[in-house]
């Protein structure tokens, strides 16, 4: 089965990325990848870049990309975010005014500041684009400095962004695969199937799953996960007429179910959850909240990361 061309993650960047030699945990680095990636879902919400969906899938992909060619220690988790946004928007033609973009980030940093700011015996449940009667926010004046500073900031990271990954912007997103691997499995017209394939698909660009795996294996997981989710059987070796393998299939589903295990999100709706230990309930709620704090904290500058490791490191030697 012939497959559009899509840049992935060789064996060795996927082993050994530029932030692990740096000194960066795998477990730090997969928190700050879905970090970035959730402020560039919320900021494209709060712009309505969700139609097509393309814009913001694209954007996750290619700041996952950008990351196993570049060190979270040399680049900053909030900066990368913003510019592959906006590269984004420009790859797939929907354009958005920069001013607006700012401030959408402005804004969201802002918010999550305020929820850093909270007593850490308050749960750190709203979203980030929610309101607060507590939170307030000044959108900048026309002439503010902090517009240019960003603007240099997005300017020189998408050159960045570009020159890192050789001007290879191809991004081949799986939700046609999927919808036609349902239409051959007959189950595009059962209940909720679709759409949850959907929303795991979205989910699952949290996660680097993108740039390591082909679209079609990306869509197979998909269906996989949703049948277990929603109990329907399928036909035994289905995966192998859409040119899968079981063990990548089941790497992706794991990906998944670790991202809402960890994280505390919810599972897509309609799932019967029971034994799955899906979603975060009150078990362990502090230290996913711990975790979400150290990746908010973190992702603020490449300079929140090398103070990380410093102080890492000098409470291990002092050991």
């Known amino acids: 089965m012939a497959h559009a061309p899509h840049p992935l993650a060789t064996l060795e960047q996927i082993i050994k990325t530029p932030s692990s030699e740096d000194g960066i945990p795998s477990e730090v680095e997969a928190d700050l990848r879905v970090a970035g990636c959730m402020?560039?879902?919320?900021?494209?919400?709060?712009?309505?870049?969700?139609?097509?969906?393309?814009?913001?899938?694209?954007?996750?992909?290619?700041?996952?990309?950008?990351?196993?060619?570049?060190?979270?220690?040399?680049?900053?988790?909030?900066?990368?975010?913003?510019?592959?946004?906006?590269?984004?928007?420009?790859?797939?033609?929907?354009?958005v005014r920069l001013r607006d973009l700012i401030n959408t980030y402005l804004f969201l940093l802002a918010r999550i500041q305020y929820l850093l700011n909270q007593p850490s015996d308050q749960p750190l449940r709203p979203s980030l684009s929610t309101s607060s009667s507590d939170f307030k926010f000044d959108v900048p004046s026309f002439h503010d400095e902090i517009f240019w500073e960003w603007?240099?900031?997005?300017?020189?990271?998408?050159?960045?962004?570009?020159k890192r990954l050789g001007f290879n912007m191809q991004v081949d997103l799986p939700y046609n695969h999927m919808i036609n691997y349902l239409k051959i499995l007959d189950l595009v017209f059962?209940?909720?199937?679709?759409?949850?394939?959907?929303?795991?698909?979205?989910?699952?660009?949290?996660t680097p799953m993108y740039a390591i795996h082909p679209p079609h294996t990306l869509a197979c997981a998909s269906i996989l996960?949703?049948?277990?989710?929603?109990?329907?059987?399928?036909?035994?070796?289905?995966?192998?007429?859409?040119?899968?393998?079981?063990?990548?299939?089941?790497?992706?589903?794991?990906?998944?179910?670790?991202?809402?295990?960890?994280?505390?999100?919810?599972?897509?709706?309609?799932?019967?959850?029971?034994?799955?230990?899906?979603?975060?309930?009150?078990?362990?709620?502090?230290?996913?909240?711990?975790?979400?704090?150290?990746?908010?904290?973190?992702?603020?500058?490449?300079?929140?990361?090398?103070?990380?490791?410093?102080?890492?490191?000098?409470?291990?030697?002092?050991?």
């Open 151 to 162: 603007k240099d900031v997005i300017t020189a990271n998408e050159m960045q962004i570009l």
């Open 39 to 95: 402020l560039i879902q919320e900021a494209g919400v709060m712009l309505e870049l969700f139609r097509p969906q393309s814009t913001m899938a694209t954007a996750q992909v290619i700041f996952h990309r950008f990351y196993y060619v570049s060190s979270l220690y040399s680049f900053g988790v909030n900066d990368i975010s913003i510019s592959s946004l906006f590269l984004s928007t420009k790859l797939c033609e929907t354009p």
């Open 190 to 206: 059962e209940d909720e199937v679709a759409q949850m394939c959907w929303s795991i698909l979205n989910d699952m660009l949290l």
């Open 225 to 319: 996960l949703s049948a277990r989710l929603l109990r329907i059987p399928l036909p035994e070796g289905w995966y192998i007429l859409f040119d899968a393998t079981y063990d990548d299939i089941w790497s992706c589903c794991g990906h998944v179910m670790r991202l809402y295990t960890d994280w505390g999100l919810e599972a897509p709706r309609g799932a019967v959850t029971s034994g799955f230990g899906i979603g975060g309930g009150d078990k362990g709620q502090n230290i996913k909240e711990n975790r979400w704090r150290r990746a908010w904290v973190l992702a603020q500058s490449r300079k929140a990361v090398r103070r990380w490791l410093e102080e890492r490191d000098k409470g291990q030697n002092n050991v």
